[in-house]
């Protein structure tokens, strides 16, 4: 079954961490870009990271250096680290893959998409 697959989400207090995890299945993503997205309440979803081979690392969303991608050595479980949250991060985090492609900011280019996780800031 191909699927992607979100992990790490929570709730956690302004100014803690978090470690989303985004696992394939199924299918293999070395030629593939993996981005996170996120989409708060009440708004537009929005594109934060994306790391693919042809196109490396890349970072749509001004975070000032809170939030890092990355990629284990199998290539299949990408991850967004991400420090000093705020409020304002609150929303359903969503990870997905274009299959064969670089990296991009548009949603509408991702071929398949994880469930979800969701991250609660508050106090």
């Known amino acids: 079954q191909v699927q992607l697959v979100e992990s790490g989400g929570g709730l956690v207090q302004p100014g803690g961490s978090l470690r989303l995890s985004c696992t394939a299945s199924?299918?293999?993503?070395?030629?593939?870009?993996i981005a996170w997205f996120r989409q708060a309440p009440g708004k537009e979803r929005e594109a934060i990271s994306c790391i693919g081979t042809t196109t490396g690392t890349m970072y749509f969303l001004i975070t000032g250096g809170r939030f890092t991608i990355s990629a284990d050595n199998n290539g299949n479980t990408v991850h967004l680290q991400m420090s000093a949250l705020e409020p304002d991060d609150t929303g359903y985090y969503y990870c997905?893959?274009?299959?064969?492609?670089?990296?991009?900011?548009?949603?509408?280019?991702?071929?398949?998409w994880g469930q979800g996780t969701q991250v609660t800031v508050s106090s």
């Open positions: 199924g299918f293999t993503v070395e030629r593939d870009a």
């Open positions: 997905a893959a274009r299959q064969g492609r670089g990296c991009t900011s548009s949603q509408w280019s991702y071929d398949r």
